[in-house]
């Protein structure tokens, strides 16, 4: 029993991994007991059997460019053209302009369950700070909803566009704690990789970077990575996501590059909506995916998530910000079949996208910060496979949304 007062108990809740129902008591914003049956005089919500999750975890997102297909034209459906057109879009943004499309997907996003974010932003002179500003303000009125991580980059590069060095510098040193990388927009590559290292080592802080976007095996950047974040001893403290030269990549090469990931500490976040939309442009029939799959590099021990990127954009002109969905998709794509596959998908949105973000106190444990969202399953492999949905959500102990069940009218 627990040895204080409780606020709540979330009672006849189901657990990952665990086997039958259960009762969480919820003290002072935190966890104070896991137990098959709590008796306590407090007020109890009924999961009634839904499985209950720690929130889940969106590690890669873009809140300053999302929702602006008004705006933009695809003719072609290629990177360098969602580049370009979000590149012109961009000129036109204002902070009011940023905050309300970053605050309607941010709303979406936390009714559909997530309650941690990396979001994005991009830095260049084109557009300063505007897009931190602005996103920065909108993360803090929703702070009691969800928990917000910035990551800076520079979208348009580095060493091609001058000045985008000092705002990244800027930036960190206001208390930007993620730096992140675009080096297939930049003249010199590896230069762009480096710079962004320096800077990482120099601030202290995280790496998330935009990697091997491109269709074939040839050319990739993350050899690089790997020995850049072995010269600066950032193992654990870096993630690459996209990596879709890694689906085109045989099953022994693919294997090896997997171990070197994981002896480096260098985690994976798979993006499948826009990976499937971008690549396979250049296929005139049996088109490939581009979208890697997390079966290999799990199996090295490499930490993989599975992400949104971005929402009604030229890089993806579709999507609600519902991490089950994303998950579902990438289940679809990478052919996620058994039960045990299908609660791996739900692991990268949740213990596992923890583990690339290196949250702490992550988990439905005594002692952890009450976060917890029901989802309208019995088991993890249904939740992926019939896309089930978010109920309710508790933050920090307090309820934070409700999605109430479709009712039928009778005849």
Not at 18 to 40: K, N
Not at 330 to 341: H, I, L, R, S
Request: glycine residues 8%; proline residues 5%; neutral net charge.
């Amino acid at each position: 029993m627990p040895s204080q007062p409780l606020d709540r108990i979330v009672a006849n809740a189901r657990l990952q991994g665990r086997d039958g129902q259960f009762d969480i008591g919820i003290a002072s914003g935190r966890i104070a007991a896991v137990e098959r049956r709590l008796v306590a005089d407090a007020p109890r919500l009924d999961a009634a059997g839904m499985l209950m999750v720690p929130g889940l975890v969106e590690t890669h997102l873009h809140l300053d460019k999302c929702c602006i297909m008004g705006r933009c034209a695809i003719h072609h459906g290629t990177l360098v053209e969602a580049v370009a057109q979000t590149a012109r879009a961009k000129a036109e943004f204002t902070p009011e302009d940023i905050a309300a499309r970053a605050t309607a997907t941010l709303r979406r996003a936390i009714g559909y369950g997530t309650q941690r974010v990396r979001t994005h932003v991009e830095l260049d002179p084109g557009i300063g700070l505007m897009g931190l500003d602005a996103v920065t303000a909108v993360a803090n009125v929703h702070a009691h909803l969800v928990d917000v991580e910035i990551c800076v980059f520079p979208q348009e590069g580095i060493h091609n566009r001058p000045g985008t060095e000092a705002l990244l510098r800027a930036a960190l040193a206001r208390g930007v704690r993620t730096i992140g990388a675009a080096p297939y927009c930049d003249t010199d590559p590896r230069a762009h990789i480096a710079t962004v290292f320096r800077l990482a080592r120099e601030f202290d802080a995280e790496i998330d970077m935009h990697l091997d976007l491109a269709e074939g095996a040839r050319g990739m950047n993350i050899g690089e990575v790997i020995r850049q974040t072995r010269r600066h001893k950032r193992g654990g403290r870096v993630t690459v996501g996209h990596m879709t030269q890694l689906s085109y990549l045989p099953p022994a090469r693919h294997a090896i590059l997997a171990k070197r990931l994981a002896d480096a500490g260098i985690a994976v976040t798979i993006l499948p909506a826009t990976d499937l939309f971008l690549m396979g442009r250049s296929a005139t029939h049996a088109v490939p995916r581009g979208v890697a799959s997390a079966e290999t590099l799990r199996a090295a021990g490499v930490a993989c998530s599975v992400a949104t990127n971005n929402v009604l954009n030229p890089f993806t002109p579709y999507g609600d910000a519902s991490l089950i969905r994303m998950a579902n998709l990438y289940a679809n794509v990478c052919q996620a079949a058994t039960p045990a596959a299908l609660a791996a998908c739900l692991g990268m949105v949740t213990h596992d996208a923890a583990r690339v973000m290196n949250l702490p106190g992550y988990g439905i444990a005594p002692g952890n910060t009450a976060d917890l969202v029901a989802l309208d399953a019995v088991e993890e492999a249904e939740v992926v496979a019939a896309l089930a949905e978010p109920r309710w959500g508790i933050k920090a102990g307090r309820d934070t949304f409700h999605r109430p069940a479709v009712t039928l009218f009778p005849r």
